[in-house]
């Protein structure tokens, strides 16, 4: 490791252990999405209304809908449906997911490509996960879909650090380093300051550990095939991973020579964008 990727680490470290480190906070909406899902007696019309305020995010949702993944006989074109067809919880969900791409913002360029970056491939990991989710396993696919969104949320806090530090944003090498060491810490810290279940907190510190091998399928299993699939093929060091010696992968009993099983992985990629 080299020395400045080094000393960020330490300063990192220590801020996040003070609780110096500026972390972002989740965004307006998606706390009102939240608090509205948490009401029993919510109805279809009511969330409507909540996430109706953020016209990009309703248009997603409505897009989500008509993905193959799901698509009905029938398109859908309005959001109250939408939500009927998906259900409360789960366009609750999924909506806080989506609408995190609103802190992906920076002030620089080369920030801001590297934060687009991360989040395009959140939202792939994201649309794997529910497929995966939803054909081989009994857990909820928007949990996993909302595991892929916010499992590489810690990188954000590094990359804004980097753009107060030139130093670091002109270190390309030392930069990858000090995310990929820090980011599943951050990342563990953020979920937990934002009340995310248990279940989803874990994720970032779990996800790189493809030796883990737990009692039953839980959702860091799901991010963890989604992430090989989606990184294979490419100079990513996950693709140099053999798929077949993760446990994970055994657990889903998943064929990664099934061309059908491929083609929809494939297709389910793009779900969320």
Known sequence: MSELAEKVQQDLVEAIDNDDLVLPTLPEVALQIRKAAEDPEISVSDLSKVIGRDTALSARLIKVVNSPLLRAAQEVTDLHTAITRLGINYSSNLAIGLVMEQIFNARSEVVEQKMRD???????????SYAL?????QLKPDQAALGGLVHQIGVLPILTYAEDHNELLSDAVSLTHVIEQIHPLLGEKLLRVWEFPERLVQLPLLYQNFERDSASIDYVDVVQVASLYCNKDSDHPFARIDPLSVPAFRKLRIDPENKQLCADLEESRTMFY
Not at 118 to 128: C, D, K, M, N, T
Not at 133 to 137: G, K, L, N, P
Request: aromatic share 6%.
């Open 118 to 128: 991360v989040w395009r491939s959140s939202l792939e990991i994201a649309g794997v």
């Open 133 to 137: 989710c939803r054909r081989h396993t």
